[in-house]
């Protein structure tokens, strides 16, 4: 069996905070692969940056193990875990330039001048920045800075590579730009990297698998549209793209089915996730995608779709977003994609709703 790259259990950290006990990250367990682009996501203050500095040895766990290519590491210092770090401030010396940047960890390494040059010109043109060797870091972009400070980790050829927020000083274009470059770099080296975000398009666009964090710990690790399509709890759900969350009273439990009534009568079956926490005598939680929800003309009498009123039509090209009000069971956000000769429902309208079965879902309430 081949060596994981990274392996944590039980790793946990406690703070004290004056005479507070504080547990920061709860019990994290995982296995990475070799290779692996692992996103760590969540709000802040969820545990995702200590569990990246425990890792890399900034912070050791107050319980727990941390096993990097499968030899534990968890009381072993920063400076021998052949890990690469890259910061969200860069970190770069003002004073270097860009190649003496790069290479100066291989010099402290004590490896020899023809041999840093031909590493700093190959990580150089990686990076995109061949040529640009002489320059200094006052004269670099934000993005060429970030490429510079991913080069000199780089370089070292870490066994892993761990990247804490590093694209949150660059403007919104730019970071698009540098998270399609960096999921390149990755690929193409076969590095095995984790990447700390609170933005999830950054997360589902460059994670093989995602880490979603709560309060220390981890509410569900899975591919993006794995979270997308099955999330595991209302934070997930709520996290990850945009998601309505209704509270409605169950008719019927079936193994892993749910049915729910209305006062109205109307009535809808979907899967559930954690079926056997639901209450048969109570409410469940349907979770249901803007996208996968469609509108038609109120009919008196229709108990087959639900129905609500518009709050609010927003025309945004290629869609409209429809605000809906449910009385007694809440709002209702639905993207409706628009074509030309469409109307548009307008605000106080009454409109029969329809949720695809097959994109919903229901959670314990």
């Known amino acids: 069996m081949a060596t994981q790259a990274l392996e944590l259990y ?6 004290k905070k004056d005479a507070e006990l504080i547990k920061a990250v ?44 499968g030899e534990d590491m968890t009381n072993v210092p920063v400076n021998k875990r052949g890990i690469g770090f890259v910061f969200q401030n860069y970190a770069l010396f003002p004073h270097m330039s860009v190649y003496n940047n790069i290479g100066y960890g291989l010099k402290s390494r004590g490896e020899k001048d023809s041999e840093i040059k031909n590493k700093v010109q190959d990580a150089l043109a990686l990076v995109g920045l061949a040529g640009a060797g002489n320059r200094f870091p006052n004269q670099l972009s934000g993005g060429e800075q970030q490429r ?97 969350t209704i509270t409605l009273p169950v008719d019927r439990v079936e193994d892993k089915t749910v049915t729910v009534k209305t006062s109205n009568g109307w009535s809808f079956s979907a899967r559930a996730q954690q079926s056997e926490k639901i209450n048969k005598a109570g409410n469940a939680v349907l979770v249901v995608r803007p996208e996968h929800i469609q509108l038609a003309p109120y009919r008196a009498n229709d108990t087959s779709k639900l129905s609500g009123t518009v709050i609010s039509s927003v025309f945004m090209g290629g869609h409209v977003e429809y605000r809906l009000e449910l009385g007694e069971y809440g709002q209702l956000l639905a993207f409706i994609p628009f074509a030309s000769g469409n109307s548009i429902f307008k605000e106080g309208e009454r409109v029969l709703i329809e949720i695809d079965p097959e994109s919903a879902i229901f959670l314990p309430a």
């Open 148 to 244: 510079v400070a991913l080069a000199r980790v780089l370089v070292m050829e870490p066994k892993l590579l761990l990247m804490d927020e590093p694209l949150s000083n660059l403007d919104a274009k730019l970071r698009i730009y540098m998270r399609t470059e960096i999921r390149r770099i990755q690929k193409k080296l076969g590095i095995t990297c984790l990447y700390v975000t609170h933005d999830q398009a950054e997360a589902l666009t460059m994670a093989d698998r995602i880490i979603v964090m709560n309060r220390g710990k981890v509410e569900q690790i899975g591919t993006s549209m794995d979270l997308y399509r099955n999330p595991q709890s209302l934070f997930v759900a709520d996290f990850i793209g945009q998601a309505n």
């Open 26 to 69: 709860d019990s994290v367990n995982l296995i990475v692969s070799q290779g692996e682009m692992i996103v760590f996501l969540g709000p802040s203050g969820c545990g995702k940056t200590t569990t990246l500095r425990m890792i890399a040895g900034f912070e050791l766990p107050s319980s727990g193990k941390i096993m990097i290519q």
């Open 10 to 15: 039980q790793v946990t950290k406690v703070f």
